[in-house]
């Protein structure tokens, strides 16, 4: 399941006001808050003025912590939805689609993610994720343009047969790895695309962002 998140950070940030104010049926205070999650009152109060949004693993503890669901903090939900199974399995992915190619296999602080929109997917699975919208149609015969993909940079392990991103040239390439040759392939119905041929698995491993676990097109 995905829900898109690109969300209205101020909304977030009412939410997290009020279910401060009634969750767990007293008040708790930004402080209180913050020593929870081991961040600062003034992280907590940036958020509720919708300045950024929290990361994944501290929206879930907001959640848990105030008595209400990871759908109703972030929106979907009716207001007095309790926490569910569910949302142990719900995954916070932020959508990169905003930052360079060149910079998207890099580590980035908290702080620098909070300014890219939410993408809210379940079942994942453990790993780094980020998303990307599909741009064009060269794996169109799974993911048509418009799709979003989940992309777990810390799966490096090239596996022949199964979709990835590269950062090729300065441009993202979502394609398929194949091994011998060396190239990477499109999945796609427009005979335009052809395979970007590589010297070798190394460099494509050089090149590697992380594996395509998920594709979702809202239609």
Known sequence: MLYHADMDTKSIGKRIAEARAFGIGRRVTQAELANVLGVTPQAVSGWER??????????????????????????GEAM??????????????RLMDALPASKLSAPMTPTASEQY??????????????????????????????????VN?????????????????????????RSDPARLQPYS???????????????????LVGRVRRTTLDL
Not at 153 to 177: E, N, S, T
């Open 80 to 93: 007095d939805a309790a926490p569910t199974p569910n949302d142990r399995h719900t995954v916070f992915v």
């Open 117 to 150: 929109p939410l993408i809210i997917m379940s079942n994942l699975g453990r790993g780094e994720y980020i998303a990307l919208t599909v741009q064009g149609d060269p794996m169109d015969r799974i993911s048509p343009q418009g799709s979003i993909i989940a």
């Open 50 to 75: 919708g300045e950024a949004t929290p990361e994944s693993d501290k929206l879930i503890t907001i959640a848990n912590f105030l008595g209400i669901s990871t759908g109703w903090l972030l929106g």
């Open 189 to 207: 119905t427009n005979p335009i695309h052809e395979p970007i041929y590589l010297k070798d698995q190394t460099e494509a491993e050089q090149i």
């Open 153 to 177: 940079k810390a799966d490096r392990v090239l596996v022949p047969g199964k979709p990835y991103v590269f950062c090729h040239r300065g441009k993202v390439a979502y394609r398929i790895w």
